[in-house]
């Protein structure tokens, strides 16, 4: 158990409650021997937290009353607030703004049949790396999330949407790579097969390329795969993008991506914008070639959606003449269909409106 758990479980001022989402199967028995239980009380509590998505402790029907009673008085599930549901678009994609304990609000997104049902999380209020396509990067950070505000977002969606995700994406507002710990621990929660259960090839994080964070994602082999947001295949243009590259350019990039494709099993994911007369051109394609050469990986092609950027998607035209390029070079690749446009909850459009910090 971590220096800041055993801090977070320790005794408190009675106005101060310990929140269970977010806390592993060995923290939850931790916590309730602090109470006077035994440590399997707190296996049958992580049960219902994540395997049976209860979250009222009234409603947990093995657990005796007198545990109940300690239950209620020292801790709290750490449900987040709904700000606003939106409606659904016309393919069903529907987008929420949840509201968390300090005021400060997030989207995710709940996408049906796309295949299977997923849910688009976020890692971070805001983000701090301004990629001038990404309707997030406008608002700046704000903070962190935990990982029991991570994990909530998934089963706040499920009870909202009354289905079972089996599908969820770490491509919402903020670098989720930035807020590595607490993804890391989110990840593990949302797949242990004793609780939320979802499968590794399920999960997915998608980061602008922190390379010493990729680092440690190779050491520590999490349960997810992971996606790469490229979307240029040139240092010149991507830096016109994204700042970032500045600071981790292709090459220490794929350095490090190589490093990763010795040892993972997953197919390493690459996300590309498309823009009109950009990034769309043969010799696109052709350097794409280059630079994803002996990595077993997949392109994910994705159309530049509306986020007041002067640049312009490509034509159905040039994308369908840029797949058959990356096929020529070798490159596998898909055309991610675009969800949620209409109710502004497609791929950078995400954008938290009036965040409002309690202090």
Not at 50 to 66: C, F, K, T, V, W
Not at 250 to 263: D, G, I, P, W, Y
Request: aromatic share 6%.
């Amino acid at each position: 158990m971590t220096e800041s758990t055993k801090a977070q479980i320790a005794v408190k001022s009675t106005d101060e409650k310990t929140t269970l989402y977010g806390l592993t199967l060995e923290e939850l028995e931790s916590f309730v021997k602090t109470l006077g239980e035994p440590a399997y009380r707190g296996r049958q509590l992580y049960h219902w937290l994540y395997n049976q998505r209860i979250a009222e402790i009234d409603r947990m029907s093995n657990l005796p009353a007198g545990f109940k009673r300690k239950l209620e008085e020292s801790s709290k599930a750490g449900r987040l607030g709904i700000a606003l549901k939106g409606l659904p678009a016309q393919d069903g994609t529907q987008k929420f703004l949840f509201e968390l304990e300090d005021g400060l609000r997030v989207e995710s997104v709940y996408l049906p049949d796309s295949p299977g049902d997923t849910a688009c999380i976020s890692s971070q209020v805001g983000c701090a790396l301004g990629c001038n396509f990404c309707a997030t990067g406008k608002m700046g950070l704000y903070r962190n999330l935990s990982a029991g505000e991570i994990v909530l977002q998934v089963l706040e969606i499920e009870w909202l949407a009354g289905c079972r995700l089996s599908n969820v994406v770490f491509m919402g507002m903020g670098e989720p790579l930035h807020n590595y710990d607490n993804v890391i621990r989110a990840v593990r929660l949302l797949s242990d097969a004793d609780g939320i259960g979802l499968s590794a090839r399920r999960l997915t994080v998608s980061t602008i390329g922190i390379v010493p964070m990729i680092e440690r994602w190779r050491e520590d082999n999490p349960p997810a795969k992971l996606a790469i947001s490229l979307h240029a295949a040139t240092d010149k243009q991507r830096l016109q993008l994204m700042p970032v590259n500045k600071a981790y350019p292709l090459e220490m990039l794929f350095k490090s991506l190589r490093r990763l494709a010795h040892v993972t099993t997953h197919t390493i994911t690459f996300e590309y914008i498309m823009i009109a007369d950009f990034n769309d051109r043969k010799t696109d394609a052709i350097n794409l070639g280059k630079l994803l050469k002996n990595i077993p990986a997949k392109m994910n092609l994705i159309r530049l959606h509306p986020t007041d950027s002067e640049m312009q998607p490509s034509s159905d035209e040039a994308i369908d003449k840029f797949m058959g390029y990356l096929v020529a070079e070798g490159v596998r690749c898909t055309l991610r269909q675009s969800r949620g446009v209409d109710s502004e909850a497609a791929c950078g459009m995400l954008f938290a409106q009036e965040p409002r910090p309690s202090n």
